[in-house]
């Protein structure tokens, strides 16, 4: 066998390689995709703390304004 029959598959080549790609390509999308996930929730949660800590800040201001 040499390499050249090796690398054209015995005329499949195409086919082998393409699905070789293929299959990469899904295993890494389902490596990275979870991870973007989690990193875009995580920062959302994060905005959503910080809207929230504002918001009760400015109402415990506003009470104390009412009472004075």
Known sequence: ?????????GGFAFYVWSSFGLAVLVLVWNVL???L???AVLRELSTQDD?????????ADGLRRARS
């Open 37 to 39: 996930r989690h990193t």
């Open 1 to 9: 066998m040499t390499h050249t029959s090796f690398w054209q598959m």
């Open 51 to 59: 809207t929230d800590d504002t918001a009760s800040r400015s109402g």
């Open 33 to 35: 995709a979870p991870r």
